[in-house]
């Protein structure tokens, strides 16, 4: 029988102390260490020649084709979640999708579960949180309600795993979520770090033999990320945080990991009474309220993975009453906006330390590459000058520290995006011209941050412009 210790592990990062202290040194957190009880771990048994009684199996890796993991995907009927996924369910694959509570990952979740199931493929929803029949109410709702999809509330692992084994192999199984599921290999509370970690482990050697697609459902921290050990994160095949916001009626699931397709995908839903519906043009849906004659707004030609998004950056300039001047940001980096700042009074001249700057992404999206640099400068100018940018220009460039405006890449899908929403003229450093011709935009070369200054400081004010 193992011997019963106990060890004091952090229940933010999975980090082990031999002792309770009130910060992990790993983390930062505070208050997050908590005692659990471990068992010694036994080395399997040895021959007398010190060879393992069981021996593993070599295979060449020319060896390895038609196994069972050359089986096309799953597709889920849903384009903009296979879109995430790479192309559909991998066979045998783990993913674990994070979100914040109400942000839609059950109702994502049980939509596919419906779809692969209407498909003919056996597919089983496992909720540790609601009952069955509340799990039944919400398809229902969707329109769902005779899906052929096997509905159970468990958090047993083992008792998961033997029901999941008898009948058909399951093509698909989604657990909701991780963190109330535990297991008899250890000796801890539900939700502990011990406990995720061994019952995330049952769950992927299950899926790893029989074939089944798994989806794990984690809970997230105030931060935004996945609550639970990082090591949870390593262990699946795939990471997806599911984000949104409550003031906005779209999601956007992106993923984080996936070692069977692109990590930097997303895909776009809308919120509405029939569950999550797809967006096959995000670029409409983000610039469908935008006012083009007010000053500090741009145009920003993104890329999120193959797909090119076109999203409006707003800017607000104003005198500050404090001592400090406010730097209020949503949807982009703080630091990345203090950079643009402190180039702009550098080398453009633009003196903003005595103003209050507040940026916004509209629609709640978020902007993750540095190709904005060019469009949020290019906001804070029109702000400060009011004077509005022209409403048919797109813009995207990268602002280096000297105040360069460097080339990004894919500048030729962002400016197809642009054309095809019509948009006729771009804005953008002068290596992107030739695609923006090719696309039938007029460009507007800059080399420096101080042509952006120069071209919208030669425009005409608002005021004046409409008088």
Request: contains cysteine; hydrophobic residues 45%.
């Amino acid at each position: 029988m193992a011997k019963r210790t106990t060890s004091f592990i952090c229940q933010a990062c999975g980090a082990v102390y031999q002792r309770w202290q009130g910060k992990c040194e790993a983390c930062g957190e505070w208050n997050s260490i908590a005692e659990e009880a471990t068992g010694e771990v036994h080395a399997a048994p040895v021959a007398s020649g010190g060879a393992r009684l069981k021996k593993g199996r070599v295979i060449a890796l020319e060896g390895l084709s038609g196994t069972p993991m050359d089986a096309p995907r799953l597709p889920a009927g849903i384009a903009e979640l296979d879109r995430v996924t790479g192309g559909g369910f991998v066979k045998g694959s783990v993913i674990l999708l994070g979100g914040e509570p109400g942000i839609g990952k059950s109702t994502l979740l049980i939509q596919a579960a419906a779809a692969i199931g209407r498909a003919g493929a056996r597919s089983v929803y496992i909720s540790g949180e609601e009952s069955a029949g509340q799990v039944r109410l919400r398809a229902q709702r969707l329109g769902l309600g005779d899906a052929p999809v096997e509905l159970a509330a468990e958090t047993h692992v083992e008792d998961i795993l033997t029901t999941l084994a008898a009948g058909t192999p399951p093509r698909l199984v989604i657990i909701d979520s991780i963190q109330t599921m535990w297991t008899d290999a250890v000796e801890a509370a539900p939700g502990t770090v011990t406990q995720v970690r061994a019952a995330a482990q049952g769950l992927i050697r299950f899926a790893k033999a029989s074939g089944a697609a798994i989806i794990l459902v984690g809970h997230v921290t105030k931060d935004g990320q996945i609550a639970g050990p990082r090591v949870v994160e390593h262990m699946v095949d795939a990471v997806m945080s599911f984000e949104g916001d409550a003031a906005h009626h779209f999601r956007i699931l992106r993923a984080v990991k996936n070692r069977f397709g692109a990590t930097d995908e997303i895909g776009v839903f809308e919120m509405g009474g029939q569950g999550l519906v797809e967006v096959p043009n995000p670029s409409a849906l983000f610039l469908g309220a935008r006012d083009a004659s007010v000053s500090g707004t741009a145009v920003f030609a993104g890329m999120e993975g193959t797909r090119p998004m076109l999203v409006e950056i707003q800017a607000l300039v104003t005198p500050t009453a404090l001592g400090t001047p406010r730097r209020a940001v949503v949807g982009w980096d703080t630091n990345r906006l203090a950079m643009v700042l402190a180039v702009l009074e550098a080398r453009g001249g633009v003196r903003l330390g005595q103003h209050d700057v507040y940026m916004n992404v509209a629609g709640g999206f978020r902007i993750m590459e540095p190709a904005a640099d060019l469009a949020v400068a290019a906001a804070l100018v029109s702000s400060l000058a009011d004077i509005p940018l022209p409403p048919q220009a797109v813009l995207f460039g990268e602002i280096s520290l000297s105040g360069l405006i460097r080339p990004v890449p894919q500048s030729a899908p962002r400016l197809k995006e642009a054309a095809k929403l019509g948009f006729s003229e771009a804005l953008l450093p002068e290596g992107s011209a030739e695609s923006a011709k090719q696309a039938g935009l007029k460009t507007r070369n800059m080399n420096r941050i101080a042509d952006l200054v120069a071209e919208i400081a030669g425009g005409t004010p608002r005021q004046r412009s409409r008088g």
